[in-house]
């Protein structure tokens, strides 16, 4: 026999209802307040990036990219070369890379700008130890495992995989920008 003074489930889920409505217009309000700080902190992330992977001593220029490789976020030039951000699947998460490619096709650097990956394995595709491997290779680079010169993480093949990979992807990119 039920209690009589026990809550009904209309109740309880008004209440919870009314739970969720408020922490929901926190949460919004929390974003709407930081949105443009989060923006500013991307912007400089990637413009860090940008001047790590390929420094110029003039401008980066936003290109459109029309080919068909959807990981391919945005291509910059400057005068000594291509710059790609890409944003590609790892092991655990998405990462957010940026590869800069000289004039000659030769990767000049790898600069990891958003992941999720674990720390300790994948996470340490952001090591600059590990990214310096990538100077200096062109078309065609891969894994040792695999017969190529990078040298893998670890524990987190798939990621260093698909970094190798899109360091391919921005020399292809690269190619094409003329």
């Known amino acids: 026999m039920a209690e009589k003074n026990s809550p009904s489930i209309v ?11 408020v922490t929901s217009a926190i949460l919004g309000g929390v974003n709407y307040i930081t949105k443009d ?60 890379l940026v590869v ?24 340490l595709a952001t090591e600059a130890d590990w990214r310096a491997q990538f100077v200096g290779q062109t078309a065609g680079m891969g894994l040792t495992k695999k017969g190529g010169e990078i040298e893998a993480l670890t524990g987190a093949t798939i990621t260093s995989q698909a970094v190798v990979d899109a360091a391919n992807v921005a020399i292809e990119v690269a190619a094409t920008m003329g």
Do not use: F, W
């Open 11 to 21: 109740k309880l889920a008004i209440l919870l209802m009314v739970i969720c409505a």
């Open 37 to 96: 700080r989060i923006a500013e902190i991307t912007a400089q992330k990637t413009a860090d990036a940008y001047a790590e992977v390929l420094p110029t001593s003039g401008e980066y220029t936003e290109v459109a990219y029309t080919g068909d490789i959807a990981t391919v976020d945005t291509v910059a030039t400057c005068d000594e070369g291509t710059i790609v951000q890409m944003t590609v699947s790892g092991a655990q998460s998405m990462v957010t």
């Open 100 to 123: 800069g490619v000289d004039n000659d096709g030769a990767v000049t650097g790898v600069s990891i700008v958003d992941h999720g990956e674990t720390p300790g394995l994948g996470a």
